[in-house]
């Protein structure tokens, strides 16, 4: 038999899956590691537990190969946005810090200040956010200049991997779009903004395709993993843009959305295509491919809060679902603004905040439940108004696990929506992606893979739009009052 594995290296943990040749999940291997936070926005990790989180999910995959199997290869799908900075003897000088990190707010809404702000937004698909490399870059340059003075080497986490495996310093097109240090035009770094980061390109890896794979990995860590030393590793892509190829949304009208620790809308064109009110990114899929949408900061992680902080891990996911579930849709209109960790799109804000509006003597912990799940999809439906028309909806994420979040989902979008057999849509991409790049196929096409479609609920679609108006008009009247709560919780936090 011949097998792929793709790896899915995320925000909470790394995922692998191994697939047979045609496709068809065989089993699944998953290592989580903790994200570090502190009121400061910082939200780091470990960049060397992630990496001993992808040899051990990869190693208990080859575990079940028989002897006359064949590994054709192993690719990766990865979280954007992240920078390590090292030195010249490349040692670490900081952590993993990620896209969730809002430590660099300051320097980014200088940037948006800048005459061509809106000209960086428009030549790197990139919205301007603490979220990005060049965020951190200037913030790292700003405040912990000890550190930007040694720094010899930017790397993102899959690049780290990669370092560490093969030597090599690189990053893919895909990844490499994230950063807001790629001109999409040109498909190369940004002179004019390396020069305003002050750093040279030589700071950076070399962009390469996501096609390209390497082979002749450290005999060592072939052992550990149970890999061929000739094995191939495809480079692969960022996490958004493959998730439509998982999902098969490839086609116009066609989006994916995605709802994991954070959430993501997302379609795709040939071109790098930007919004006229900055509410999307533009990211490469690969070089004929771009991937048009929006990330959301707000998406699983705000229900774990809820597990977790206010509920104190009474209640399981599945528990709180089914106790969400027992109230109507709306909430007894109970609204909640998910933005507990500033928002990315639409706001674009990092110093937005979360509330319940409307909240009275007739709410309980059912409402609250159901109003974050509600909250967490308005969002999104707010960034699907920069994607044009919409015709199909692919759903992926681990909510696809949650019947009533799809259910909340379907009644607010109005519109039919495309359940996928396996979540892992990320993993099955990179092993398209891998196909590709072994030459096994000229073109990219994910297999036939919606299991179920699910219907809205008529009576909850006419619910939904009336609230929805209210949630918009309530996000525009707190906009102005974000910065000052923020900056009141800086003041006075302990």
């Known amino acids: 038999m011949k097998y792929f594995i793709g790896v899915d290296i995320g925000t909470t943990a790394t995922k692998a899956v191994l697939f047979d040749e045609k496709k068809v999940q065989v089993c699944k291997s998953e290592k989580g590691y903790k994200l570090y936070r502190d009121v400061t926005g910082k939200a780091e990790e470990d960049p060397e537990e992630i990496f001993l989180a992808v040899i051990e999910t990869i190693s208990k995959l080859t575990k079940i190969l028989n002897q006359n199997d064949e590994l054709l290869a192993v690719s990766f799908s990865s979280q954007m946005h992240s920078l390590i900075a090292m030195n010249k003897n490349w040692e670490k000088l900081t952590n993993l810090i990620t896209w969730a990190d809002t430590r660099s707010d300051k320097f980014a809404q200088k940037l948006k200040a800048q005459p061509d702000a809106q000209g960086i937004y428009e030549r790197t698909g990139t919205p301007i956010h603490p979220m990005t490399p060049l965020s951190k870059i200037l913030w790292l340059r700003g405040e912990k200049n000890e550190i930007f003075e040694k720094t010899a080497h930017f790397l993102d986490i899959k690049g780290y991997i990669f370092w560490r495996l093969f030597a090599v310093n690189k990053i893919d097109l895909s990844v490499a779009s994230g950063t807001g240090l790629l001109n999409n035009q040109i498909l190369d770094w940004d002179s004019e903004l390396l020069s305003l980061s002050g750093i040279s390109k030589d700071l950076l890896p070399v962009i390469v395709s996501p096609y390209e794979y390497e082979v002749s990995i450290e005999q060592g860590f072939a052992e550990e993993m149970g890999v ?95 106790l969400a579930s027992t109230v109507p849709a709306g909430s007894n209109g109970l609204i909640f603004h998910p933005y507990l960790g500033g928002e990315r799109a639409p706001l674009w804000d990092a110093d937005a905040r979360a509330d319940f509006y409307g909240l009275n003597y007739s709410h309980k912990p059912a409402h609250l439940a159901r109003a974050i799940l509600e909250g967490i999809v308005f969002n999104l439906s707010e960034v699907a108004e920069g994607l044009g028309e919409i015709n199909e909806i692919f759903a992926t994420g681990g909510f696809t696990q949650s019947e009533l979040w799809l259910q909340i989902l379907s009644d607010i979008f109005d519109k039919p929506i495309k359940i996928s057999q396996s979540s892992e849509a990320g993993c099955l991409a990179a092993v398209i992606m891998a196909e590709k790049a072994l030459g096994l196929t000229s073109k990219l096409e994910s297999p036939e893979n919606v299991v179920r479609i699910l219907q809205p609920i008529q009576k909850n679609v006419i619910i939904y739009q009336e609230l929805s108006l209210i949630y918009h008009s309530l996000t525009v009247q707190l906009q102005p009052l974000f910065r000052k709560i923020s900056n009141f919780q800086k003041k006075y936090s302990n």
């Open 228 to 322: 061929s030393k000739q094995t191939g590793f495809i480079w692969g892509a960022g996490d958004g843009p493959l998730a439509n190829l998982g999902v098969s949304a490839i086609d116009t009208g066609q989006v994916a959305l995605t709802i994991g620790t954070s959430g993501a809308i997302r379609s795709v064109t040939e071109k790098p295509q930007v919004d006229s009110k900055g509410r999307t990114f533009s990211y490469a899929l690969d070089a004929e491919h771009w991937v048009t949408g929006g990330p959301v900061t707000s998406g699983g992680d705000v229900f774990r809060w809820l597990q977790e902080e206010i509920f104190e891990k009474k209640y399981s996911f599945d528990d709180l679902t089914t």
